[in-house]
DNA sequence: TTGTGTTTTATTGCCTCC
DNA sequence: GGAGGCAATAAAACACAA
């Protein structure tokens, strides 16, 4: 904000060559909200408080010749200005900013409705002293500062939500491998363990029972640690090492109507094997 | 005083709605 | 087709540092 402007009585800048007049006009033009107002600066009687005589661009020619009359009396009785003022009014026309007090009313009222009736805009640049162009143009530059502060507002929010949302998906990041290994690590001991008794009861037989299906509630599959919840294995296609760890029908389980248990003797032992160990069977046979 | 950056006022051209 | 809105832009007004 290194623009940004203090209004003032006191500003005496001339900015383009101003003569007096004009610098009176700057000085009168825009007071200090916290001074009084200039005695120049006359309100018409029965006039609003906020009735203005304005600037040049704020008053047409015939409000100068006419109903401002009490401004310019007061520079002539002060400057003796007749020359001055008729090359102030020959000058061509200049943008001349509005005053304090009738932006904090079209800011009032913008705060209001930033939308501006016909009706509204009359009734407002009478009560200004602007022509009502002037009070439409003010409406539209002031919505399009609204919606500039808007949008910096929206991407100030969306910047903290997605700060926000990528800490929570880095911490899941992590979690996701702590427990990836953590399920690699019980994986591997329960594939030795059954590696293991599945040898020691291979030495030991020739297997003494038939074959038998599992029954529901024993069913391995149902009873396995590790087995994933069957509605939860769309939910991280990433993970392939755990969709293979899981697939039930290529690893450790597989599914009872694909195999035929009347052949190889599928004892409760072979449970927990990979398919490919099939070849254990039927060399065991 | 001057140069520079910011803000405000105003214009222009295009678009939409009635 | 005219009125009004919006985006882009020009230009004046202003603040401030050097």
Request: net charge negative.
């Amino acid at each position: 904000m290194a623009g940004g402007r203090v209004v003032s009585c006191n500003n005496t800048n001339s900015v383009g060559g101003s003569n007096n007049l004009s610098v009176l006009l700057q000085s009168q033009r825009v007071p200090s909200s916290s001074e009084p107002m200039d005695p120049l600066f006359i309100p018409r009687p029965g006039s609003s408080p906020y009735s203005f005589f304005g600037t040049r661009s704020m008053v047409s020619f015939e409000d100068v010749h006419g109903g401002n009359r009490s401004f310019f009396r007061s520079f002539d009785e002060e400057e003796n200005g007749d020359e001055d003022l008729d090359e102030y009014f020959h000058q061509p026309e200049k943008k001349r900013r509005l005053t304090v007090d009738q932006v904090q009313f079209l800011e009032k009222s913008f705060e209001v409705e930033n939308k501006l009736e016909p009706e509204r805009k009359t009734q407002l640049a009478k009560e200004l002293g602007l022509q009502p162009r002037q009070v439409a143009i003010w409406f539209q530059n002031r919505r399009a500062r609204w919606k500039t502060k808007q949008l910096e507002k929206d991407y100030d929010t969306l910047q903290a939500n997605f700060n926000t949302l990528k800490a929570d998906y880095g911490n899941l990041l992590k979690e996701k491998d702590k427990l990836k290994q953590e399920v690699l690590q019980l994986t591997d001991k329960l594939v030795m363990k059954e590696k293991n008794n599945s040898e020691l009861s291979d030495v030991n037989t020739v297997c003494q029972e038939p074959p038998q299906k599992p029954v529901d509630s024993d069913s391995p599959r149902s009873s396995y640690p590790f087995e994933p919840d069957q509605s939860d294995t769309s939910q991280d296609e990433e993970d392939n090492l755990s969709n293979a760890l899981f697939q039930p029908s290529s690893y450790i389980f597989p599914k009872l109507e694909d195999n035929d248990y009347s052949d190889p003797p599928a004892s409760s032992c072979s449970y927990g094997f990979h398919v490919e160990d099939h070849a254990f069977w039927s060399s065991a046979y």
